[in-house]
């Protein structure tokens, strides 16, 4: 098992998460394909089950993308990632 830093949460996960590319990512928007995937430091989460990303809008963040910018001015931590799964990593 690899461990993640990610601010001040450690995220373990499987080594073996497949890689997919922006493009990729990008199409699990909630509109292109159903999947509605973010990524977070490098790894990509599937936020599908979760009401507050339906359509694959959370406030004014899209899915598809990589949220690792956006998350300073979020009003939680990088701890609401430990809420959905690990899917991949971005390669």
Known sequence: MNTLEAGTT?????EELPLYTR???TLRNGQDKPEIWVAYKGVIYDVSGSRLWRRGQHY???AGQDLTDELPDAPHTDEVFERFKAIGKLA
Do not use: A, D, G, K
């Open 10 to 14: 450690n995220y373990t996960m499987p």
């Open 23 to 25: 493009s990729q990512l």
């Open 60 to 62: 004014e963040h899209w």
